[in-house]
């Protein structure tokens, strides 16, 4: 049977709620530091560690936010993706769906074009070399005006064949998803697939929104849905996925415990869940130690684990040939 981590690394994943900003390890945050000579106000690996210790949203967001500033060329953004890629393959993930913020770089001065083709260089190779797919999602920074998003929207235009969807990030409390409904619109017009960042701080009314006012496709974090049972009725009934994030739940403190986390009071409630690991760099863990975590938190069954993994397939934004591709896998693995 082998063991539990066994298991997890096996089963063919999709990772649907990965910002590639927040897999700066440490390590290359200092290399890059050097490459580009650029000052960062640490001594060391170690110091940068400890200074990971957050107890809100804010908190994580100031210190992420500055930690970015060290990505400066084309070919920063492609070591930055491909280390992420390489932490993937080994976890088993199949398929990432891949968050960026545009504007934490071109606010200071960095081409929309260098961002997007480093990532989009490193997605060929972890294709060619790995055998991962992926597909890029355009986050808009909600602390930021709607002029703005805009505006990250009109530079996009040259790679709109290359970005697959829309998301919506960064300070939930104050910034409802509404303050972007025409920027939504507009990216739906384009072709573009939506999703948003609801209900991981923010009330539930937040998710409401997103649903109803976005229009979204998935609904990143969503834990505080929980909330409302009516509206769980309404995700679960809707087959709304949920792009959950263990690691981050506990290390923002949307959680105070692991034990407590609600991961399996969702699946219960029909909730199409899935785990994934938002800031991997940042929150202690890449997919396959979120699987881990909550699995021995929560007690989940190798049955309840299989179906993580077929929600994040069938979550996910691949069309239904690949999706039925990688079910197939899964349940290969599940019968072993
Ligand atoms: N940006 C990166 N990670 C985030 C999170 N968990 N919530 C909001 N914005 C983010
Ligand atoms: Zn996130």
Not at 148 to 162: G, K, Y
Not at 216 to 236: F, S, Y
Request: proline residues 4%; aromatic residues 8%.
């Amino acid at each position: 049977m082998g063991t539990l981590e066994g298991f997890i690394r096996r089963l063919p994943k999709a990772e649907l709620h990965l910002h590639i900003e927040g897999s700066l390890e440490p390590e290359l945050m200092f290399a890059l530091a050097e490459r580009n000579g650029i000052a960062i106000p640490y001594a060391s690996v170690e110091d940068v560690r400890a200074a990971y210790a957050f107890s809100n949203l804010q908190d994580f967001l100031d210190i992420y936010y500055a930690g970015a500033g060290v990505l400066q060329t084309e070919a920063d953004f492609r070591d930055l993706a491909m280390a992420y890629f390489e932490r993937a393959a080994a976890d088993g993930v199949v398929h990432a769906e891949i968050m960026f913020d545009p504007q934490t770089h071109t606010d200071r001065g960095i081409t929309f074009g260098a961002v997007i083709e480093g990532l989009l260089a490193a997605m060929t190779e972890a294709e060619a070399r790995l055998g991962i797919t992926s597909l890029l999602i355009l986050s808009f920074l909600r602390h930021l005006s709607e002029a703005a998003a805009f505006e990250t929207l009109a530079m996009a235009e040259p790679w709109l064949e290359r970005i697959a969807a829309v998301g919506l990030d960064s300070s939930e409390l104050g910034h409802p998803p509404a303050k972007f409904a025409r920027v939504f619109a507009a990216a739906r017009a384009k072709g573009l697939k939506l999703t948003a960042h609801a209900g991981e701080e923010g009330p539930p009314a937040y998710v409401h929104e997103a649903l109803d006012v976005l229009g979204v496709e998935r609904i990143d974090h969503g834990n505080r849905a929980l909330e409302d049972p009516a509206l769980v009725a309404r995700l679960a009934a809707e087959g709304m996925t949920l792009t959950v994030c263990p690691l981050s739940n506990l290390k923002l403190c949307v959680v105070d415990d692991l034990a407590a986390h609600p991961i399996d009071r969702m699946l219960v409630a029909g909730l199409k869940v899935t785990v994934n690991s938002d800031d991997p760099a940042y929150f202690g863990g890449y997919v396959a130690d979120n699987y881990r975590a909550v699995a021995e938190a929560r007690g989940l069954t190798r049955a309840d684990l299989v179906q993580l993994a077929k929600n994040s397939i069938t979550g996910c934004f691949l069309p239904p040939d690949e999706v039925a591709r990688h079910l197939a896998a899964i349940d290969a693995v599940a019968h072993d």
